[in-house]
């Protein structure tokens, strides 16, 4: 079986579906065309790099992200123990040092004798050959090209874009703060407290910098929950203190009192050498940020090691595409995991990649996959991806509004999604028990 699964793109997603095909036995050729090839937003050529935050959300239990990842550890996600790993302290949510976790699972993947890795850009698809595309929101014009083709020209993309990051011995620790919201978890956020002139002064910069020209920009298509700050402050001057700069839950243990606004740093790496603002993603040009993100208080003497960049995702109308099993409705032998499948975040491509990694191990053996049942986390979340309603799909993060109601209606918010959490998980473990996936080999 040399080579039955062709992987494309080494990212979260390719990455763990290529180790789910390798513990099931089957070979895989694995193709990144990192370094021959770039991308704007990637700065290593390691698997796995994540571009924007180091977050893969809330590790608070009878949250929609904790169900999603329990059901991910119990089926055996290699990037989510690795993530754990290489976690830095983020209160209750799971952050990661994303250079030490981008080198260690290139080293895992690099080392498993039935991964065959290649460094090249691939540019073809061969519709015959057992093939998962998960070159995520970075895919080359060549093979959008291809993907074009083989999907009719059905092809989709939006514009994302990546928080500041900030050496953490620049920031002035006499004008901030540790706390996590209402106390949940640790302190580990650097809270930058505005009063009401500072943030007046700050929005009223923000709405006069200077934004990044470019004519592919002229028709912008975000996507509506990664906005650019500035595009979220031109909708009214209090939408970021009700968005990104929310203070509420973050009252400050020097005065008592909830500030009129907060910029909060999440701790980037495992040394704490570097902290990056939580939310911050925008398109401004790199002297306007500095002169801009300077007026927050504790950052007036900040080293940006990165500044707010903008680049391009590229996704698929996956509900006109796919089945359930993640496989092309015309092109059965072609399956498409990660962000360009229709998902959005890191916790969820990761997701895809594991079932896409099982789906094609049954490929592999000429078996038939059987998707994961509409109750799990898994399965509303390919449910959402392959059924929404095509004329305005747009990529989707894993939440409750996904999982199906309640057959007997809960008021309490907290009880009725733990119900929803155990409700999906017996349905997950009886899928899981039942053979669906195929044996793992020992």
């Not at 990842?69 to 790993?85: D, F, V």
């Not at 090209?145 to 083989?150: D, G, K, N």
């Not at 229709?342 to 099982?358: F, H, N, P, Q, R």
Request: proline content about 5%; overall charge neutral; aromatic content about 8%.
């Amino acid at each position: 079986m040399k080579d039955a699964v062709k992987i494309i793109g080494a990212g979260l997603a390719g990455s763990e579906a290529a180790w789910q095909c390798a513990r099931q036995g089957i070979a895989v050729a694995l193709y990144e065309m990192r370094p021959v090839r770039p991308t704007p937003a990637h700065q290593t050529a390691d698997f796995a790099e994540l571009v924007c935050s180091n977050s893969l959300k809330s590790e608070s239990e009878n949250t929609a992200p904790w169900l999603l990842k329990e059901e991910m550890h119990r089926a055996g996600s290699l990037l989510l123990q690795i993530a754990r790993e290489c976690s830095v302290p983020a209160g209750h949510a799971l952050a990661v040092d994303r250079l030490a976790f981008a080198a260690k699972v290139t080293e895992v993947i690099a080392r498993e004798p039935l991964i065959t890795v290649h460094r090249e850009e691939v540019t073809q698809i061969d519709e015959a050959a057992i093939t998962v595309i998960a070159t995520g929101p970075l895919t080359s014009d060549a093979l959008s090209a291809e993907i074009a083709r083989l999907t009719g020209g059905t092809h989709l993309y939006f514009y994302d874009s990546i928080s500041p990051i900030v050496e953490a011995d620049s920031i002035d620790r006499d004008r901030v703060y540790l706390a996590a919201r209402y106390d949940k978890g640790t302190a580990d956020y650097i809270n930058c407290p505005m009063s009401k002139e500072e943030y007046d002064t700050f929005y009223d910069a923000l709405l006069a910098a200077q934004s990044v020209e470019d004519r592919d920009w002229e028709k912008l298509n975000y996507f509506e929950s990664c906005l650019p700050i500035e595009e979220i402050a031109r909708r009214g001057r209090d939408t970021l203190r009700f968005g990104p700069m929310k203070p509420v839950g973050l009252n400050d243990p020097r005065t008592g009192r909830m500030p009129y606004a907060v910029v909060q740093l999440r701790q980037e790496n495992l040394r704490a050498d570097s902290y990056n603002l939580v939310g911050f993603q925008n398109h401004l040009k790199y002297g306007e940020q500095a002169r801009v993100l300077r007026l927050i208080p504790g950052l007036e003497r900040a080293r940006f090691l990165r500044y707010g960049q903008i680049h391009r995702n590229t996704y698929i109308n996956s509900p006109t595409l796919l089945n359930q099993t993640l496989q092309m409705k015309l092109h059965p032998r072609v399956l498409f995991a990660g962000q360009i499948c229709g998902v959005e975040g890191y916790v969820e491509s990761i997701a895809t990649g594991l079932l896409a990694g099982l789906f094609t191990s049954e490929l592999a053996r000429e078996a038939t996959p059987v998707a994961p049942p509409r109750a799990s986390a898994f399965g509303s979340l390919i449910h959402y991806v392959t059924r929404a309603e095509a004329k305005n799909f747009q990529p989707a993060n894993i939440t409750f509004d996904l999982l199906p109601a309640l057959e007997t209606r809960v008021r309490d918010r907290k009880q009725r999604h733990q119900l929803q959490c155990e409700q999906a998980l017996r349905a997950f473990d009886l899928w899981w028990q039942s053979g669906a996936p195929p044996a793992l080999i020992a």
